[in-house]
Nanobody, 123 residues
Framework: QVRLVESGGGLVQAGGSLRLSCAAS????????MVWFRQPTGKEHEFVAA????????YGPDSVTGRFTVSRDDADNTSYLQMDRLKPEDTAIYYC????????????????WGDGTPVTVSS
């Protein structure tokens, strides 16, 4: 089993920044990619960003490209989501997940999920 714990969420004004963290613990001795999702109230989970198990490849949708940066530190099995120039439409619960399969960004395709951290962007 793998446990994922997100942190760093909060309230920020539009145009501001937040840095989310996701710490993985437990059975982490395998090559997993770390993925971020978000879920606005009343909507489905939305893929936000992914970083490969090597840390050298990243991917994200156009809606966040240029504003969000994903990274990971394998020394402590942690992924980071740096979010800049935040907009009110970025308001959501942000979740971390891990997967063995690069390229399948469906929420249901992940192997493990965290409980999420809330982000609220005020206008």
């Amino acid at each position: 089993q793998v446990r994922l714990v997100e942190s760093g969420g909060g309230l920020v004004q539009a145009g501001g920044s937040l840095r989310l963290s996701c710490a993985a613990s437990g059975r982490t001795n395998w090559k997993f990619h770390m993925v971020w999702f978000r879920q606005p109230t009343g909507k489905e989970h939305e893929f936000v960003a992914a970083v490969s198990w090597t840390g050298t490849n990243t991917y994200g949708p156009d809606s966040v490209t240029g504003r969000f940066t994903v990274s990971r530190d394998d020394a402590d099995n942690t992924s980071y989501l740096q979010m800049d120039r935040l907009k009110p439409e970025d308001t959501a619960i942000y979740y971390c997940a891990i997967t063995a399969r690069w390229g399948d960004w469906r929420w249901s395709a992940m192997n493990y999920w965290g409980d999420g951290t809330p982000v609220t962007v005020s206008s």
